[in-house]
């Protein structure tokens, strides 16, 4: 399995912007769909964006198409996040994760093996 430490997380007022990162240990860091999650206070853990091994696919979920943009840089072993246009319910703990299975089920919350500890986000309004 793959290390991962999140960065890059803060508080910023609403409209703002943000760019998480994720670095990876290990040398096999470009074998991976990476997604990221975050999770709200008093909610459940949700699904927010992947992008596939070489980086030429993503997914967002609703809420963040157009706000948010993932990627990532294989040589660096490391995804990003970056975050535009934040709003208050965008608050959370915001988690990479990595997926050794298939881009189909990538925003399925089971299908990562690999975790970070989280990096917080807070959108004042």
């Known amino acids: 399995q793959v290390q991962l430490v999140e960065s890059g997380g803060g508080l910023v007022q609403a409209g703002g912007s943000l760019r998480l990162s994720c670095a990876a240990s290990?040398?096999?860091?470009?074998?991976?769909?990476m997604g990221w999650f975050r999770q709200a206070p008093g909610k459940e853990r949700e699904f927010v964006a992947a992008i596939t091994r070489s980086g030429t696919s993503t997914y967002y979920t609703d809420s963040v198409k157009g706000r948010f943009t993932i990627s990532r840089d294989n040589a660096k072993n490391t995804v990003y996040l970056q975050l535009n246009s934040l709003k208050a319910e965008d608050t959370a703990v915001y988690y990479c994760a990595a997926s050794g299975m298939g881009w189909s089920t990538s925003r399925l919350e089971a299908n990562y093996q690999s975790w970070g500890q989280g990096t917080q986000v807070t959108v004042s309004s």
């Open positions: 290990g040398r096999t860091f470009s074998t991976y769909i």
